[in-house]
């Protein structure tokens, strides 16, 4: 009740007016969100290179004008080329979401996302690095890998998103675990339907363990998004098993000392940062999916500490 509370406060403009107003927010704010333009996100990542990788979210979502999607294409297009520029290409890659590059749009959406999509891909790899299609709520599950599955015929480096929660996914772990594919794995941030979902939270962990066996047996590259200590030893114990390479992922924010623990152990860890100034719904996901999280965020408003 309480997570889907927060998820529905995500669509408040009321209330994200109210949290934008709150003169602590943007402190808040700022351990997950890694600022609003490019300049302070490179900042970020550059101290994240030191011993992990990254993945660079510009966050957005849900674009219904088709100016706001060009210029979201346009913005990862600049963020490559300064990443390119910079000489972190070969560490840090990007995030997309479709809905940010107007598979929302009245007319002809997907393939305005689609080619919008592609030009970024185009953009990453004239600097050497790859791209990562994220997933949004279920109704989108079928065109988003649809759209994987074209971009790959020219960048077969796509990252794909699966999550756990839907009951789909181990049935879609088997599918793209094959050679070359690259798979993000994670529990889900929306809140779904029991017809399509798990509800539970320990029914969410064993289907993330099935999926993640299936993407360990495979061929592909798991990249297994969590921040729960037991999965992430299931992982790296799988990991051992199979002789699977894989990687760990983490939310910029989420854990920080787990993560710089488990990089100085020797594990390939990526972070996934988020920069832009529409943060308010990644960041509402984000306090639903700890209840730490909400902790901390109504502790900073009281306290400011």
């Not at 995030?95 to 990453?124: H, M, N, T």
């Amino acid at each position: 009740m309480f997570r889907s509370t927060l998820l529905a406060a995500s669509r408040s403009t009321a209330v994200r007016a109210l949290v934008e107003s709150a003169p602590l927010s943007r402190l808040v704010v700022d351990r997950f969100v890694a600022g609003t333009g490019v300049d302070q996100a490179l900042a970020v990542t550059r101290e994240i290179l030191t011993d992990r990788l990254v993945t660079i979210d510009h966050l957005g979502e849900d674009t219904t004008d088709r100016a706001r999607a060009d210029a979201a294409v346009e913005t990862y297009r600049t963020l490559l080329r300064r990443l390119g520029d910079a000489g972190l290409a070969d560490r840090a890659e990007v995030s997309v979401k479709l809905s940010a590059l107007g598979a929302r749009l009245p007319v002809d959406a997907e393939k305005i996302a689609l080619d919008g999509a592609r030009r970024i891909c185009e953009a990453a790899d004239a600097v050497g690095t790859t791209v990562t299609v994220d997933m949004e709520d279920h109704t989108t599950t079928d065109a988003t890998l649809q759209a994987v599955q074209d971009l790959r015929l020219d960048f077969p480096w796509v990252g794909a998103v699966l999550q756990a929660y839907l009951r789909r996914t181990e049935s879609d772990c088997r599918n793209l675990a094959v050679r070359g594919s690259r798979v993000r794995l994670c529990k889900g941030a929306y809140d779904e339907p029991a017809s399509v979902a798990f509800r539970d939270r320990h029914e969410v962990d064993r289907s993330f363990v099935r999926c993640l066996m299936a993407l360990m047996a495979g061929a592909g590259l798991p990249m297994v998004a969590t921040h729960d200590p037991r999965l992430i030893a299931i992982a790296r114990s799988l990991g051992q098993r199979h002789g699977t390479a894989y990687e760990l992922q983490m939310l910029y924010g989420v854990r920080p000392q787990a993560q710089t623990r488990l990089a100085a152990e020797g594990e390939r860890v990526r972070i996934y940062l988020p920069y832009g100034t529409d943060w308010f719904g990644y960041f509402i996901r984000r306090l639903a999916e700890r209840p730490a999280n909400t902790a901390f965020f109504l502790r900073s408003l009281i306290t400011g500490g």
